[in-house]
């Protein structure tokens, strides 16, 4: 039974270590508000555990927007969330940039940048397809619908596995004219032909099913699984559960002194402003108290989820025990260690 005496959010549940071993996991969310200052307080009550993945409908047509957080392990450190971004106050803009930092002690440990463009499609000229001039900029969520992507214009069947619902995908100069350019790219790498090819761009989380995700799920042995073991036949991956791009993953380990920056991602800057919010450094204490034995469960932080509107964030740490030292009868306690904890 779980005793949770914080005014986080945890949970316990049961799953499966990269190398098979059978384990109970303990999840606690804790969720903060921020200012335009960069100060920090303890939202109460914190945001919900979520404990399945949730689509805005579809999930082969539409975005993830929130992330099943009830997973067994996770490779490092990452970061994710659901942004906005917004021009320039006052002003007319056709393209801007936005940026996610991350950094531990002023050392940069992920810094990201986009450029966002206001709408465009491919025209006629002599030399061939070329983009309209941008529309003037709204604030526009930063999601993959807007990213490249999608399926082939001549084969509906033929889709991007990094990115099945953006645009732009396979798009022959023939089938171009009239059809929209991304509208979120990598600032240092955009698309100058139709039948070119750029990196998908965005901050949110990857679903399972698309790639390079879906390339680490291993084959599935049915037999084990229908008797309640080890379901796959090989071990999972490190980063298995990492949901993060890859460029907003880290294999650091999360201390004190970090911190997450936004520019143009927060309403209440100003264009080209960076917000800097430092992060909390609680760690849960955590036992397994049995009739004559106690369990330390020693907690890591993972995950960073951040919401801009919001004006909030959550860390997640995540811990785990053998569920050979955990019976029907155990307590599993959650409390504060008090003030805040060196890592």
């Known amino acids: 039974m779980l005793h949770n005496f914080t005014p986080w959010q945890a949970s316990v549940f049961e799953g499966w270590q990269a190398d098979g071993t059978a384990s109970h996991v303990v999840l606690v969310k804790q969720s903060f508000e921020f200012d335009e200052k960069g100060n920090t307080s303890l939202m109460e009550p914190c945001v919900e555990i979520v404990m399945a993945d949730e689509y805005s409908g579809d999930p082969t047509s539409e975005p993830l927007v929130a992330v099943n957080e009830q997973v067994a392990f996770k490779q490092g450190f990452e970061v994710y969330g659901n942004f906005t971004a917004y021009p320039p106050k006052g002003k007319t803009a056709r393209v801007i940039e936005v940026e996610l930092g991350l950094v531990a002690n002023d050392t940069p440990i992920i810094k990201k940048r986009l450029r966002l463009t206001g709408e465009r499609k491919w025209r006629r000229s002599l030399l061939g397809p070329v983009a309209t001039d941008p529309s003037p900029i709204t604030p526009t969520a930063v999601c993959y619908s807007r990213a490249f ?18 645009v732009g995908f396979k798009l022959k100069n023939k089938h171009a004219v009239g059809q929209p350019l991304p509208a979120i790219e990598y600032a240092n790498e955009v698309l100058r032909k139709p039948s070119h090819q750029v990196s998908v761009a965005g901050f949110s989380a990857i679903p399972s099913h698309w790639s390079p995700r879906i390339e680490l799920m291993p084959e599935i042995d049915e037999q084990a699984l229908m008797a309640g073991k080890y379901p796959f036949k090989t071990s ?12 907003q993953q880290t294999k650091q380990m999360f201390t004190k002194g970090w911190a997450f920056s936004l520019s143009g991602l927060y309403p209440l800057q100003e264009y080209g402003q960076q917000q800097t919010v430092e992060l909390p450094v ?37 811990g785990y025990i053998n569920s050979d030292n955990v019976a029907s009868s155990s307590n599993i306690i959650v409390a504060e260690q008090g003030g805040k904890d060196a890592v």
Not at 295 to 307: A, S
């Open 149 to 166: 992507g999608g399926k082939a214009h001549h084969d509906q069947s033929d889709y991007s596995l990094e990115n099945p619902i953006g």
């Open 236 to 247: 999972l991956a490190s980063n298995f559960y990492n949901t993060a791009p890859a460029d």
């Open 282 to 318: 609680l760690k849960p204490l955590v036992q397994v108290a049995n009739t004559l034995t106690r369990h330390d469960i020693d907690m890591h932080c993972d995950t960073l989820v951040i919401d801009s509107d919001a004006q909030c964030f959550s860390l997640l740490w995540r």
